[in-house]
């Protein structure tokens, strides 16, 4: 079983002989390759060039016995597709070029054709297959349709989500218009990374747990659940909902393969309550790859003995791995996994 098959059948549930091991997305921010290259490159440049694309994605591997890779890419790239560009502010964060305001500027947001503006994603896909020849998989991704509108009428980064939520709140017609046009637009981009030969896709809801609860099903989860109804018979789709592990039965009725759960909570706590289908992702807290490999492989060692061989389970950080993190604590986690071998 080499690295792509044990991740491909631990995200359906299915025996192997040791937790498969791979990091969030911009899993080399932490290296100093990838801050040399961003000395000569800008982020958007890095996305938009395939052969950079696939420089960054490859560094992590190069370091670590990881069994999958992550696309190097954005979740911002979807409203950049229909329309509405970004750019990173200089106090840190988000910002789109401009906000929604109006019907007429959700109306003008063109929801066909995403993949052919974002064809040097399948571009880099491709130089990224070539370079795994097979052995390790490689995961696609996009923001959860609820993830995106946040960006796209807050103007950016936001603290209260207020406007995005007063939409789904006051005019349910017009947020219901916006999340068909991005769901639209996520289908068609997932079916591209499919096309062009990812193994998984990952939806990231990243302000799901901004939501109530008694919302969270029409904000955020049917438009989910209407993406992997569309690609779930070609991949494994793996979904990750910020703080929301707690509404698991709604997380598995979007039909996921395997559910991504923050370092908040048990992660065996949370498999125990899922169906034996249902694969987990998680969930080391990432703050722990600032501290010493020490430290870190005593919590990686707990968190798989707290997990004890269940089928199903991709060992990962609970959340994105942070530009602190040290080098020799991620080989160590690593390692860690990769000697458990049963």
């Not at 747990?209 to 789709?237: C, F, H, N, T």
């Not at 060692?301 to 991709?314: S, T, V, Y």
Request: proline share 5%; glycine share 6%.
């Amino acid at each position: 079983m080499n690295r792509r098959e044990r991740f491909l059948n631990a995200c359906r549930c299915q025996p192997v002989d040791r937790p498969p091991v791979w990091v969030m997305r911009q899993a080399g921010r932490h290296l100093p390759e990838y801050l040399a290259l961003k000395e000569k490159h800008s982020f958007h440049e890095i996305v938009q060039t395939p052969e950079l694309a696939l420089e960054v994605t490859m560094q992590p591997l190069r370091r670590y016995a990881m069994d999958a890779a992550i696309l190097f890419s954005d979740i911002l790239v979807i409203p950049e597709a229909m329309g509405q560009p970004y750019h990173f502010r200089d106090i840190g964060g988000i910002e789109m070029e401009f906000k929604l305001e109006t019907a007429a500027d959700i109306d003008a947001l063109n929801a066909d054709g995403t993949a052919d503006r974002l064809r040097y994603v399948s571009d880099a896909i491709d130089l990224i297959k070539a370079e795994l020849d097979g052995d390790r998989a490689l995961i696609g991704f996009a923001g959860s349709p609820w993830t995106l509108a946040t960006y796209m009428l807050e103007g950016g980064s936001s603290k209260n989500y207020r406007r995005c939520k007063e939409l789904l709140y006051t005019d349910r017609p017009l947020f219901d218009r916006l999340m068909e046009k991005i769901t639209a637009s996520v289908i068609e981009y997932f079916q591209m990374q499919i096309d062009a030969g990812v193994d998984c896709v990952q939806i990231f809801d990243s302000w799901g747990g901004v939501l109530a609860p008694d919302v969270y099903e029409a904000g955020s989860v049917r438009w989910m659940r209407e993406i992997v109804d569309a690609v779930k018979d070609q991949v494994p789709v793996i979904l990750f909902s910020k703080g929301m592990h707690e509404h698991s039965d709604l997380l598995v009725s979007t039909g996921a393969n395997v559910l991504g759960v923050t370092w908040t909570t048990s992660l065996a706590k949370v498999a125990a309550g899922l169906p034996d289908h249902i694969g987990v992702q998680g969930n080391l807290d990432p703050v722990l790859m600032n501290t010493t490999p020490e430290l870190v492989e005593a919590a990686t060692k707990a968190l798989l003995d707290e997990m004890d061989n269940r089928p199903g389970h991709i060992f990962n950080l609970g959340h994105g791995i942070m530009p602190q993190a040290k080098i020799e604590c991620m080989e160590r986690m690593v390692d860690t996994v990769v000697a458990a071998a049963r």
